[in-house]
């Protein structure tokens, strides 16, 4: 003889959401655990529930309604009570003990028959990923928002010539504000060209919502670029509603356990922010801003600078809103050293066939070569107004940036590699900004945390309390603030008082005037 609980609540109470979320884990792990779901409108909710309280003899108040019955005919309910009462039940009948926190069920009633659904098409239940998650895992599905950039076309030639073969199911791409033409060129361009899949991998859709279903990987490229004709507030209010309209159709469509990488594309730090903040359903541990390639554009000529081999230095930590202010603190760039270490003997004798001494590799920072040079900033701006290599030069080392992100988030995770990401704050570094700021970051356990072991930035003309300063002004500014700037040019035409003085000293040399050849 068997028995089932049944739950009752109206469509919009969260804990009728989350004691069914707990009941529909129990019913996946207990072969023998049975219940009802019971959902009510809020119009319906309270003469239904009149109802059965008079029905039963109960005295009910609230959803939602918890009680269990035999599952034969004319058993009688045997009532339980509410959210709290029901949790207890479990935990002492079948010793299943929970700790459910708070902001997991945020927003959970609003889409809870999407989540019912998405639960019944998987086998099995959401679990918190971990480091051997993405060791088995050797497959994934990528989409690629606002692939009318430029840098769309790098970014899908190196996924699938760096990654080994059938690494990825599709690649999917997709912007609202291209021409089918300039799409069905991208697809056609990208696929089969130095690879060895053995299908069209990248795919051309027109409605991003049917690739977010099978998507596990989102690049976001959308972004609104400056124009002089904008107020720095009417910039950030037009990608505010872009991030709000782009969260709209993640929630409805996307999986939750979808990763976003927004690669440094206009205001990212600010788009990551507001895109977290509109999202319901995908963790904040899930969205970062790649911000290595700030660094990667330094570290030529930082490396000419202090004459130390490019292939000996690490890249520049960045701190900061990226894509408003930041810093790319060369004085704490790691560099490999080789420290020579002479024998004794080595002073004494001469032309000794013995080793003289032994090499060993240490790690410097940058400090003391480029500390008392100014020259560094002048000279990377130089090369950015080249204006026949930057465009060439920039998307490369945001491609880099993106893939070897890419590369350690999914297939070769690595704790102790530190990577530049604009990631939510946590407190570390002594940095309390309720958003994206980009910091050195490391995996830990599928999830990128600050790695509060690095050094803090050490240049002394702007420091991070000033960097988190700005970043809070940006996120509070209105849409009016910061007007865009219209430049004057005087007039340089004579005055009427120049040209009359100029008429009558004419009339005196009998109007000849003298040319000048």
Known sequence: MGMRIVIAGESQCNLFAEICLVA???SQNLPTFCYERIEKPVSEWKPWLFKINQKNKWHHIESPLVWKELLMTGSVPVYIGGAS??????????LFDAFLAPKRFDHLSDYFGQFQKKIKQEDKPETRLNVSDYIRKTSFSICICGAGNPLAMFLISGLLDTFEEMSFNKIYIY?????QNLMDFIENECNYVGTNYSGKVVKHV??????????????????VPFRSTYSVGE?????????ENMAVKINATASRNMYIVIPNVGPACYNATILENSLSKISKNNIVVVTSDVGLDIVPVAAEIAEVPLRNMFCPPVWGFVGINHLADIHTTFHKYDSFHPYDRYAKVRNSTLCIGTITPEMRTMEYLMFFDESLWKTVADRKNVKQMTDRKLAINKTVAVLNLIKIWLFEPNPSYIVNLGIKCDGSFGVNFDGYFSQPAHLVNGEWKPASHFILPKDPQIKISYLEQ?????MNLERTDLP????YTPCICRRKQDKKKSADRSKVTGGVKKVVI
């Open 470 to 474: 700005m970043a809070k002004i940006i």
């Open 484 to 487: 865009q700037l219209i430049e």
């Open 206 to 223: 027109n409605k991003i919502g049917v690739a977010l279903t099978n998507t596990d990987l989102l690049i976001l490229l959308s972004y």
């Open 24 to 26: 529909d884990h129990l």
């Open 175 to 179: 912007d609202e504000l291209c021409s």
């Open 235 to 243: 910039w950030l209010y037009k990608n505010k509603k872009l991030m």
């Open 85 to 94: 009462e029901f949790l207890e039940y479990v935990h002492s009948y079948y």
